[in-house]
């Protein structure tokens, strides 16, 4: 039980490090119709230390930081291919369910909520350096793309 509840606390109290930044176009949707994602090493490397938290964890468990502009992280192409939206914060939630996926946003913030089966997608797709491959959702809009 005190493994357990020093897991938890160590997710609560985690310190998020380096840079990551989400966002969606709104005029090219067609093309890319989910969220984006892209991050600098520090940022992956934080990324996949907090997922492995996650899902050594006994319980469901979620982590809010702070993301950056696509701009700070040299994704200036993002501008040639319309508008878009920025999201200013994540909210990474882990279930214990199987198969959860879901991206929903508020304004600028956006909900990453995942099962156990997804945890691993998502890891798998931050831990690779080949970019434009995506978590598929079942709707266009549950889609994370990878850049």
Known sequence: MKQIAQMEKSIEKFKFEGKVACWKFIENSKNYPGWNICFDDAGRASLLELLEKMNKSEWPSKKQFKLCHP???NQGWIENVGEYQV???????HRKSSLEWALKSDKSKL???FGIHK????????EKE?????VPGENDSDILYFW
């Open 71 to 73: 701009l700070d992280l």
């Open 87 to 93: 999201a200013e914060d994540v909210i990474l939630s």
């Open 111 to 113: 909900k990453i909520t």
């Open 119 to 126: 945890l691993k997608e998502l890891k798998e797709g931050i």
């Open 130 to 134: 080949i970019f434009d491959e995506a």
